[in-house]
């Protein structure tokens, strides 16, 4: 999980919103400037998850629950991506859908996130989940403390992940 | 990774595991064959490379927040444990510039059974020992830690909810025990909601 990331303007333009008092004019970027955004706030913007943003809630992302973040969802970054391959380089403007969510053939998934190791990703995360909870019944919490960021480049978690584990 | 989950009760830190595990599967990928940091025992060459690396982003973390005033702050250590990572990788690489040589046709059949190993490909562009190093450390980054977090991430709230916890594990259990393929796992709903409101 990289909470932070940024971008840095190759030429003077403007963005829609964040200018003005009330943040909601456009706002001008010069050239060489950097943009960071901070993809952990974003994840937990009500206005886009609703009132229970802070909640984990997995059903959120039930199709019937009609979620579409579009741009506010961004685990996996976005936007233009070079791509090196036998014919000349081209570059694809990446649209940052949930390519995991929607259940899309393998070959439509590469255009979708810029992070090219996103389905290697999310297959050894599954991959690995499963395999544990197949083999331990429950997990029992042995630390009492509040969770606590261990910030780098990724997001781990200062406390780590003390549990007991109860084969099946 | 699993057999070095005590059953007897006692407490395990996952987190440690996770980022030993991801660091076995990403070497996999990238030089072809595993460092085994689960396997190998305490203060290894394997974890101690895993540990120079873990301590060297720190370092790097704390360079971008202090700027100019890092100077001061703990260079030796980073130093050493960059020098521990660069040598670990070096070996590596230098093995792969000798096995794989674009010019030598000789040499140019595809070494590990056909399977795409990250090193051996870049090194059929470039022969430049430092940058196949530092792709191969961008790769890493990208690829290890970040799964690793996401897992870590995932345990924390399992943890704490029980309820979760019970809803994945009925999905999973209609596997009857099977190891999963990459099919079974893409049609899993419960588990793809739960990743994606981890991330």
Known sequence: MVPLNTRIANKATTLPRGGGPDGRSPVYVAKGTFVTYNVYTMHRRTDIYGPDALEFRPERWAPEEG???????????????????????????????LAFQHD???????????????????????????????????????DSRE???????TLAIATGVKVAMVPR | MISKIPRDGST?????????????????FLFGESVNSLLSSEG?????????????????????????????FAKDDFEKNCKIVHDFVDKIVYKTLKEV?????????????????????????TRDPKQL??????????????????????????????????????????????????????QMRYLKYVLTECK
Not at chain 1, 75 to 83: A, L
Not at chain 2, 12 to 28: G, K, P, R, W
């Open chain 1, 67 to 97: 979620l579409r973040p579009g741009w506010g969802y961004l685990p996996f970054n976005g936007g233009p991506r070079k791509q090196i391959s036998n014919c000349s380089p081209r570059y694809i403007i990446q649209s940052p859908q």
């Open chain 2, 133 to 186: 190093r530092d792709e191969s450390l961008n790769i890493l980054l990208a690829g290890r830690d970040t799964t690793a977090s996401l897992l870590s991430h995932t345990f924390h709230v399992l943890a704490r909810r029980p309820d979760i916890w019970k809803k994945l594990q009925a999905e999973i259990d209609d596997l009857n025990g099977k190891k999963p393929d990459y099919e079974t796992i893409k």
């Open chain 2, 12 to 28: 395990i830190d996952l987190q440690t595991l996770f980022f030993q595990l991801t660091l076995d599967s990403a070497t996999e």
């Open chain 2, 44 to 72: 290894s060459e394997q974890q101690s490379f895993g540990r120079a690396f873990d301590a060297a982003q720190v370092s790097i973390g704390n360079f971008n927040i202090l700027g100019k005033l890092g100077g001061y």
């Open chain 1, 104 to 142: 899309l053939p393998v070959t439509n998934f590469a255009p979708l996130g810029i992070c090219v190791g996103q389905q290697f990703a999310l297959i050894e995360a599954s991959y690995t989940i499963i395999r544990l909870l197949q083999e331990f019944r429950s997990m029992e919490n042995r």
């Open chain 2, 101 to 125: 040589d674009p010019s030598d046709s000789e040499k140019n059949l595809v070494p590990n059974g056909g399977r795409y190993v990250f090193l051996t490909e870049t090194a059929k562009v």
């Open chain 1, 147 to 153: 969770w606590t960021e261990n910030i780098n480049l």
